[in-house]
């Protein structure tokens, strides 16, 4: 039994082992945190502009390892932007993460320039751990006003103007400027409801004419004015109209249309003329189809012949009358006569046509028929909608023409046109000779089937047969065969033909000649073979020759001596070694075989296969293949490049994906052509170790970009074919990092370890590639640092894959976008390194052929050697992609650079070996 001072013993030692377990639980579970928080942690608060070119960045940055302020650094594009302590009070700092104090914060002014800035921060590491960038941010800076003029319109006495302006730097609504052509119209206030307040439509007085109006929103605070464009409009008070329908009637025509005021809404008054003279006056108050009530429409008489009909409109208000719309009509009330069909009778032909006159729409009509020009007698053209007639008329064998003219009923001249149509008519006999064959395989006599008629006659006629070139008997073709009778109306049914003849168990060839009856001559309707009823297999192919090229060879023979009672119906062709067979059809004497190794000895086999199966084969003597491809002088097979944007960094997913592209790009890249593939990446963050992917703002480093390459390779080299060599460009571009030292971290960095990595596979060469463009950030002097850069950095090749946006495409150095000239970009894509660079150029239209032109002659014309084309880049699919875009194909830019370059005889070439069209890796 226990006292109360047992029980209070035992109550403090529970408590003492309670509270050491609970501290060393606490202990160890910090130690854990501790051990997996060795980085920096840090957040941006607010990012607030402050002058026309500097942003205050605020926020907090602490290390888990330490309460010592941390360093934070910010870079702007790339570039370093400042650095500043962290040791501004925060209090929501140690409320949020206890023990590490409250002198955490920051605050860090970084200047930007106008457009688009990527601004970082990163905080420095003190202790274990890594650097932390914590704060990425894309601020687009523009100071200016901005909006819209979105639409002028012609108002009574003048114009209104519409649209919306704001500034940045105001909360408050602005002015706006308008003008037309050039003379000040108002400055008025942007407060209108539309644009979420900042909207104007003030309206101004103008006089008739045609004008240019421009908006110009007015600057508050930093900045400068902003034009919001210009737009034309043509003010004209007068009547305005069109005619809309312009239609012959019996003996005259009518006329509708619309016609209005733009000063008046109501009806006015409109005066049709005929040639000048005026006709009549109509009110314009009907309904028109998108133009209210301001319809008219007139019929007036009016004599045959080509007139010009015109509709006056009288004003109301502003402006004066006015012609609102003039149209011809040629005014005809003769009958009107086709012909829509000629056919050959058994006697003759038969003609079928329409025949109308515009003034009695239902009459019939009396047609008179001429035959070679003499007459042939007269039909009539039935009544209603259909007005068609048809005559069989007599006629002999050679060429006739059959003319046709509808007698004129009422308003005509009497002299309508007449229409014709000529045929030759034969009267040889045809049909056909549709079937040979045996009724059983052990049953040597032959069974013919066919049809035949004469064309001058429909009584049946006879066929001769002959077997082997030797006449065996005249036949009738007089068996029943409706589907004769219905191709060829008139002639019956009793035309067709079905006999036997005795033969032997071989091979035997049968020829049926129809016999004429009367004029015209006998016709052949064809021979047929017929194989040996126990066929052997043929003799070997004869005079088997071959001729090597690159990834392949041309082979050719002679048919079999001896066919074995069956003709061949194909050959097989086989390389040896490599066993690569081809197959073509029984009537063809050579063959073309791909896929095979460059700088090889191959001898090809030929062997012929007919009914009875497979020849023995003959063998061609030995040909070396070529060891490299022949100069491409037509367009070079398309190779895919890619806009690498798909991947998220270097993980298991991101590797099969890139390993399964390569393998579907060299599947589609056949034997006997070389091959470039650019894989465009984006733009380089050089500073942070990496790329950011084109069109994205995805981070990748350098040593992920560089596992993906090297799975895309992998996969290519398992796919490659034989004699398909191809160079893959791993390529960045002239906008973000653009400096010596970029250049050479693409050389050291990505293209070298790629370089290395691809000797261990046979016909894959690496290069490094940039996209280099005028309207890129970059400028010339610091893309032709990073040039320097990479080449002073590595041997490997470079591909120049740019444009030359803004350049001339007639003539030789010239200035281009941006400050950039001609002579700077011809120094970019061949001057640095002629030997190591080859041209890809951007070939979208026939423009950027012509710039390449005159941008290698500009070089040229300096005592240069000429640019080193390697084929045209295009964006086709890519195009087809984005819906947003446009591209010629791969095939036209390729014929396009080529029939550029062949223009000038100092920059014709002999081979234009790429071409290669990007898509988008989403």
Same mark, same amino acid.
């Given at each position: 039994?226990?006292?109360?001072?047992?029980?209070?013993?035992?109550?403090?030692?529970?408590?003492?082992?309670?509270?050491?377990?609970?501290?060393?639980?606490?202990?160890?579970?910090?130690?854990?945190?501790?051990?997996?928080?060795?980085?920096?942690?840090?957040?941006?608060?607010?990012?607030?502009?402050?002058?026309?070119?500097?942003?205050?960045?605020?926020?907090?940055?602490?290390?888990?390892?330490?309460?010592?302020?941390?360093?934070?650094?910010?870079?702007?594009?790339?570039?370093?932007?400042?650095?500043?302590?962290?040791?501004?009070?925060?209090?929501?700092?140690?409320?949020?993460?206890?023990?590490?104090?409250?002198?955490?914060?920051?605050?860090?002014?970084?200047?930007?320039?106008?457009?688009?800035?990527?601004?970082?921060?990163?905080?420095?590491?003190?202790?274990?751990?890594?650097?932390?960038?914590?704060?990425?941010?894309?601020?687009?800076?523009?100071?200016?006003?901005?909006?819209?003029?979105?639409?002028?319109? /012609?108002? !009574? #006495? =003048?114009?209104? *103007?519409? +649209?919306? $302006?704001? @500034?940045?730097?105001?909360?408050?609504? %602005? &002015?706006?400027?308008?003008?037309?052509?050039?003379?000040?119209?108002?400055?008025?206030?942007?407060?209108?409801?539309?644009?979420?307040?900042?909207?104007?439509?003030?309206?101004?007085?103008?006089?008739?004419?045609?004008?240019?109006?421009?908006?110009?929103?007015?600057?508050?605070?930093?900045?400068?004015?902003?034009?919001?464009?210009?737009?034309?409009?043509?003010?004209?008070?007068?009547?305005?109209?069109?005619?809309?329908?312009?239609? /012959?009637? !019996? #003996? =005259?025509?009518? *006329?509708? +249309?619309? $016609?209005? @005021?733009?000063?008046?809404?109501?009806? %006015? &008054?409109?005066?049709?003329?005929?040639?000048?003279?005026?006709?009549?006056?109509?009110?314009?108050?009907?309904?028109?189809?998108?133009?209210?009530?301001?319809?008219?429409?007139?019929?007036?008489?009016?004599?045959?012949?080509?007139?010009?009909?015109?509709?006056?409109?009288?004003?109301?208000?502003?402006?004066?009358?006015?012609?609102?719309?003039?149209?011809?009509?040629?005014?005809?009330?003769?009958?009107?006569?086709?012909?829509?069909?000629?056919?050959?009778?058994?006697?003759?032909?038969?003609?079928?046509?329409?025949?109308?006159?515009?003034?009695?729409?239902?009459?019939?009509?009396?047609?008179?028929?001429?035959?070679?020009?003499?007459?042939?007698?007269?039909?009539?053209?039935?009544?209603?909608?259909?007005?068609?007639?048809?005559?069989?008329?007599?006629?002999?064998?050679?060429?006739?023409?059959?003319?046709?003219?509808?007698?004129?009923?009422?308003?005509?001249?009497?002299?309508?046109?007449?229409?014709?149509?000529?045929?030759?008519?034969?009267?040889?006999?045809?049909?056909?000779?549709?079937?040979?064959?045996?009724?059983?395989?052990?049953?040597?006599?032959?069974?013919?089937?066919?049809?035949?008629?004469?064309?001058?006659?429909?009584?049946?006629?006879?066929?001769?047969?002959?077997?082997?070139?030797?006449?065996?008997?005249?036949?009738?073709?007089?068996?029943?065969?409706?589907?004769?009778?219905?191709?060829?109306?008139?002639?019956?049914?009793?035309?067709?033909?079905?006999?036997?003849?005795?033969?032997?168990?071989?091979?035997?060839?049968?020829?049926?000649?129809?016999?004429?009856?009367?004029?015209?001559?006998?016709?052949?309707?064809?021979?047929?073979?017929?194989?040996?009823?126990?066929?052997?297999?043929?003799?070997?192919?004869?005079?088997?020759?071959?001729?090597?090229?690159?990834?392949?060879?041309?082979?050719?023979?002679?048919?079999?001596?001896?066919?074995?009672?069956?003709?061949?119906?194909?050959?097989?062709?086989?390389?040896?070694?490599?066993?690569?067979?081809?197959?073509?059809?029984?009537?063809?004497?050579?063959?073309?075989?791909?896929?095979?190794?460059?700088?090889?000895?191959?001898?090809?086999?030929?062997?012929?296969?007919?009914?009875?199966?497979?020849?023995?084969?003959?063998?061609?003597?030995?040909?070396?293949?070529?060891?490299?491809?022949?100069?491409?002088?037509?367009?070079?097979?398309?190779?895919?490049?890619?806009?690498?944007?798909?991947?998220?960094?270097?993980?298991?997913?991101?590797?099969?994906?890139?390993?399964?592209?390569?393998?579907?790009?060299?599947?589609?890249?056949?034997?006997?052509?070389?091959?470039?593939?650019?894989?465009?990446?984006?733009?380089?963050?050089?500073?942070?170790?990496?790329?950011?992917?084109?069109?994205?703002?995805?981070?990748?480093?350098?040593?992920?970009?560089?596992?993906?390459?090297?799975?895309?390779?992998?996969?290519?080299?398992?796919?490659?074919?034989?004699?398909?060599?191809?160079?893959?460009?791993?390529?960045?571009?002239?906008?973000?990092?653009?400096?010596?030292?970029?250049?050479?971290?693409?050389?050291?960095?990505?293209?070298?370890?790629?370089?290395?990595?691809?000797?261990?596979?046979?016909?894959?060469?690496?290069?490094?590639?940039?996209?280099?463009?005028?309207?890129?950030?970059?400028?010339?002097?610091?893309?032709?640092?990073?040039?320097?850069?990479?080449?002073?950095?590595?041997?490997?090749?470079?591909?120049?894959?740019?444009?030359?946006?803004?350049?001339?495409?007639?003539?030789?150095?010239?200035?281009?976008?941006?400050?950039?000239?001609?002579?700077?970009?011809?120094?970019?894509?061949?001057?640095?390194?002629?030997?190591?660079?080859?041209?890809?150029?951007?070939?979208?239209?026939?423009?950027?052929?012509?710039?390449?032109?005159?941008?290698?002659?500009?070089?040229?014309?300096?005592?240069?050697?000429?640019?080193?084309?390697?084929?045209?880049?295009?964006?086709?699919?890519?195009?087809?992609?984005?819906?947003?875009?446009?591209?010629?194909?791969?095939?036209?830019?390729?014929?396009?650079?080529?029939?550029?370059?062949?223009?000038?005889?100092?920059?014709?070439?002999?081979?234009?070996?790429?071409?290669?069209?990007?898509?988008?890796?989403?």
């Amino acid at each position: 039994m226990s006292g109360p001072r047992t029980l209070r013993r035992r109550g403090w030692v529970i408590l003492l082992v309670t509270v050491l377990t609970l501290g060393l639980a606490t202990v160890v579970s910090q130690a854990a945190t501790a051990a997996t928080r060795h980085s920096p942690s840090g957040r941006t608060v607010t990012a607030t502009q402050i002058s026309a070119h500097y942003y205050r960045l605020t926020g907090w940055a602490f290390d888990y390892d330490t309460r010592s302020a941390l360093l934070v650094r910010a870079t702007v594009n790339g570039h370093a932007a400042g650095t500043v302590r962290a040791n501004d009070r925060r209090p929501a700092v140690p409320a949020a993460y206890g023990w590490h104090g409250s002198q955490h914060g920051f605050a860090l002014n970084v200047r930007l320039r106008y457009g688009y800035n990527r601004v970082c921060l990163t905080a420095v590491d003190r202790g274990p751990g890594h650097n932390n960038r914590f704060y990425c941010r894309t601020i687009t800076l523009n100071n200016n006003p901005t909006g819209r003029f979105s639409a002028v319109q /012609q108002v !009574p #006495g =003048g114009i209104k *103007v519409f +649209g919306g $302006a704001s @500034d940045p730097n105001s909360r408050g609504p %602005i &002015s706006v400027d308008v003008t037309a052509n050039g003379r000040p119209l108002g400055r008025v206030t942007a407060n209108y409801r539309t644009y979420a307040g900042h909207g104007f439509r003030p309206s101004f007085a103008l006089a008739a004419g045609r004008y240019s109006i421009c908006v110009t929103a007015v600057n508050v605070r930093w900045g400068l004015n902003s034009g919001l464009g210009c737009r034309s409009i043509t003010v004209d008070f007068d009547p305005a109209g069109a005619i809309t329908r312009l239609a /012959q009637t !019996p #003996g =005259g025509f009518s *006329v509708s +249309g619309w $016609a209005a @005021d733009p000063d008046s809404g109501s009806a %006015i &008054s409109t005066g049709i003329y005929l040639d000048a003279t005026l006709l009549g006056r109509t009110t314009a108050s009907r309904a028109a189809a998108g133009h209210g009530n301001h319809g008219f429409t007139a019929t007036y008489p009016a004599p045959s012949g080509t007139h010009r009909v015109c509709v006056r409109g009288y004003n109301v208000r502003f402006g004066a009358d006015s012609w609102v719309a003039c149209a011809n009509i040629a005014l005809d009330y003769n009958p009107r006569t086709t012909v829509s069909s000629i056919k050959q009778t058994a006697n003759g032909l038969r003609v079928t046509g329409v025949a109308t006159d515009p003034d009695v729409a239902g009459a019939k009509l009396t047609v008179q028929l001429t035959l070679d020009g003499a007459p042939a007698g007269t039909v009539l053209a039935g009544g209603g909608s259909g007005h068609s007639f048809a005559q069989s008329l007599a006629a002999g064998p050679g060429r006739h023409t059959v003319c046709a003219v509808g007698v004129n009923v009422s308003y005509g001249t009497g002299s309508p046109r007449q229409a014709c149509a000529s045929i030759t008519l034969n009267f040889d006999p045809l049909g056909a000779f549709e079937r040979l064959y045996r009724r059983t395989s052990d049953t040597p006599n032959v069974r013919v089937l066919g049809w035949a008629i004469d064309q001058g006659s429909t009584a049946s006629i006879s066929v001769r047969a002959t077997i082997d070139g030797k006449p065996y008997a005249d036949k009738p073709a007089a068996y029943t065969r409706p589907d004769v009778a219905s191709a060829h109306p008139g002639w019956g049914e009793a035309h067709g033909f079905a006999f036997t003849i005795p033969a032997d168990a071989g091979e035997h060839t049968v020829c049926i000649t129809a016999l004429n009856v009367g004029t015209g001559k006998d016709t052949s309707l064809g021979c047929h073979l017929i194989i040996a009823v126990h066929p052997k297999v043929t003799s070997v192919p004869q005079a088997v020759l071959a001729q090597g090229g690159f990834g392949g060879a041309t082979v050719t023979w002679q048919k079999p001596a001896n066919d074995g009672g069956a003709p061949p119906t194909g050959y097989v062709v086989t390389s040896v070694p490599d066993g690569v067979s081809v197959n073509v059809g029984g009537t063809t004497t050579s063959a073309t075989v791909i896929g095979l190794r460059s700088k090889t000895s191959y001898t090809f086999r030929v062997s012929a296969r007919n009914a009875a199966g497979l020849s023995p084969y003959a063998t061609s003597a030995a040909v070396v293949t070529q060891t490299a491809p022949p100069p491409q002088t037509s367009p070079a097979p398309v190779s895919t490049s890619r806009y690498i944007r798909n991947i998220r960094g270097a993980s298991s997913t991101d590797l099969a994906v890139m390993r399964a592209e390569g393998i579907a790009d060299a599947t589609a890249n056949p034997s006997g052509h070389g091959y470039l593939v650019l894989l465009d990446i984006g733009g380089q963050d050089h500073y942070d170790g990496g790329v950011v992917l084109s069109a994205t703002t995805r981070f990748i480093s350098y040593a992920d970009l560089v596992s993906n390459v090297k799975s895309y390779i992998a996969g290519y080299a398992s796919a490659q074919k034989p004699s398909a060599p191809v160079m893959i460009a791993i390529g960045t571009n002239n906008d973000m990092d653009v400096t010596a030292a970029a250049g050479a971290g693409w050389a050291d960095r990505v293209v070298d370890p790629i370089v290395a990595y691809a000797r261990g596979f046979t016909g894959i060469t690496v290069a490094g590639a940039n996209d280099i463009e005028p309207g890129f950030r970059g400028s010339y002097t610091s893309t032709r640092s990073w040039l320097n850069g990479y080449l002073n950095a590595t041997s490997a090749p470079f591909v120049f894959n740019g444009s030359a946006d803004g350049c001339s495409w007639t003539a030789t150095n010239r200035g281009c976008n941006n400050g950039w000239t001609m002579a700077g970009l011809y120094n970019l894509a061949a001057g640095a390194a002629p030997t190591r660079t080859i041209n890809l150029p951007q070939v979208y239209n026939t423009t950027m052929a012509a710039q390449w032109k005159y941008i290698s002659l500009t070089g040229v014309n300096a005592s240069q050697p000429r640019i080193n084309f390697g084929g045209a880049l295009t964006e086709w699919t890519a195009c087809d992609q984005a819906n947003s875009c446009y591209s010629m194909t791969g095939r036209e830019a390729w014929s396009e650079l080529w029939r550029q370059l062949q223009s000038s005889t100092h920059l014709a070439v002999g081979s234009l070996p790429y071409s290669t069209d990007l898509r988008i890796d989403r």
